[in-house]
């Protein structure tokens, strides 16, 4: 079983950064795929970004990529989400999940509490 905690989240004006970390508990956090997603108000939870165990396989929505990175330090048991370029459309709250590397958030075992992110214009 694994814990997870969002944190990083913040107001930011459009053009701008920021970096989400995910916290994990437990030593079996490497072995974990984990993924990024994010809910917007009256929206449904929508995939952003995962990440396989090692850390050398990603996948992105087409409404982050190149944009959004995905990484994990396995010696920290954290997972972060660097975020450039935001735009109006990136506010919501953010969570990490772990369990797979699939868009369905349905398949994910674990969930953090979320992080809000507000990208003002």
């Known amino acids: 079983q694994v814990q997870l905690v969002e944190s990083g989240g913040g107001l930011v004006q459009a053009g701008g950064s920021l970096r989400l970390s995910c916290a994990a508990s437990g030593r079996t956090f490497r072995t974990y795929r984990m993924g990024w997603f994010r809910q917007a108000p009256g929206k449904e939870r929508e995939f952003v970004a995962a990440i396989n165990w090692s850390g050398d396989w990603t996948n992105y929505a087409d409404s982050v990529k190149g944009r959004f990175t995905i990484s994990r330090d396995n010696a920290k048991n954290t997972m972060y989400l660097q975020m450039s370029s935001l735009k109006p459309e990136d506010t919501a709250i953010y969570y990490c999940?772990?369990?797979?590397?699939?868009?369905?958030?349905?398949?994910?075992?674990?969930w953090g509490q979320g992080t809000q992110v507000t990208v003002s214009s």
């Open positions: 999940a772990a369990g797979t590397v699939v868009r369905d958030p349905t398949l994910y075992n674990y």
